[in-house]
């Protein structure tokens, strides 16, 4: 596990305790771990191993079969996800870097879960926006830059089935998002973020001290 844990409320001690009782990272996730640890500082774009345990058992409780992920970085919460997939179920990653996914790619095959997985290097409000609006996508996971949230957000809402869940990632940004000296583009945007699904009545909605911060929505 990262030397530092993700949630920013959480001692180490009582973060191991967690994870440890939970699902723990098996022996490719915690390769993965290492590997993207290597990264340097840019590894805590990753997503934090009791975040990864939910993600997957969160995608076996929706019977899920298509999803969509928004920031793929080096593949742990694509992984999560698609293990949560049945055989048949579908995975669209969005991302830009060829250099980070490639990191993720090795992991899917070593999971034997890259057949569940399409990868698409290219923004992803064009992939976003060039998909269907069916109503098909059962689960959804936005975890990218974050003055784009919002249109992530709008362009996945109208494709997840009623009853699917949107999932965003760093709401709470380290506790920035209340602190009143933090007014850095990326704070000031997920706070308007943060206010746009508080008030959203098209979702019900609930935001959980998971990792950075983690809001669940349900489409109505």
């Given at each position: 596990?990262?030397?530092?844990?993700?949630?920013?409320?959480?001692?180490?001690?009582?973060?191991?305790?967690?994870?440890?009782?939970?699902?723990?990272?098996?022996?490719?996730?915690?390769?993965?771990?290492?590997?993207?640890?290597?990264?340097?500082?840019?590894?805590?774009?990753?997503?934090?191993?009791?975040?990864?345990?939910?993600?997957?058992?969160?995608?076996?409780?929706?019977?899920?079969r298509?999803?969509v992920?928004?920031?793929?970085?080096?593949?742990?919460?694509?992984?999560?996800?698609?293990r949560?997939?049945?055989?048949?179920?579908?995975?669209?990653?969005?991302?830009?870097?060829?250099?980070?996914?490639?990191?993720?790619?090795?992991?899917?095959?070593?999971?034997?879960v890259?057949?569940?997985?399409?990868?698409?290097?290219?923004?992803?409000?064009d992939?976003?926006?060039?998909?269907?609006?069916?109503?098909?996508?059962?689960?959804?996971?936005?975890?990218?830059d974050?003055?784009?949230?919002?249109?992530?957000?709008?362009?996945?809402?109208?494709?997840?089935?009623?009853?699917?869940?949107?999932?965003?990632?760093?709401?709470?940004?380290?506790?920035?998002v209340?602190?009143?000296?933090?007014s850095?583009?990326?704070t000031?945007?997920?706070r308007?973020?943060n206010?746009?699904?508080?008030?959203d009545?098209?979702?019900?909605?609930?935001?959980?001290?998971?990792?950075?911060?983690?809001?669940?929505?349900?489409?109505?």
């Amino acid at each position: 596990m990262p030397d530092q844990p993700k949630s920013f409320h959480l001692g180490r001690e009582i973060h191991a305790y967690m994870v440890e009782h939970g699902t723990p990272p098996d022996a490719v996730q915690q390769e993965l771990i290492e590997e993207t640890a290597r990264l340097g500082g840019i590894s805590m774009m990753q997503v934090a191993p009791e975040q990864g345990a939910f993600m997957t058992l969160l995608t076996r409780l929706m019977g899920a079969r298509r999803a969509v992920e928004v920031g793929t970085f080096t593949g742990y919460s694509a992984l999560c996800i698609a293990r949560g997939l049945p055989e048949d179920g579908h995975l669209l990653c969005c991302d830009v870097s060829e250099e980070w996914t490639a990191i993720g790619r090795r992991a899917w095959e070593k999971a034997g879960v890259a057949d569940r997985i399409e990868l698409r290097i290219a923004p992803a409000l064009d992939t976003l926006n060039a998909l269907p609006e069916d109503e098909e996508i059962d689960l959804a996971f936005i975890d990218a830059d974050k003055v784009s949230y919002p249109a992530y957000y709008e362009a996945l809402l109208q494709r997840v089935r009623p009853g699917g869940v949107i999932l965003v990632d760093n709401v709470l940004w380290s506790g920035n998002v209340v602190n009143p000296e933090a007014s850095d583009e990326n704070t000031l945007a997920l706070r308007a973020f943060n206010e746009k699904v508080a008030e959203d009545e098209r979702v019900d909605r609930v935001m959980i001290p998971l990792a950075d911060g983690l809001t669940l929505c349900r489409k109505r």
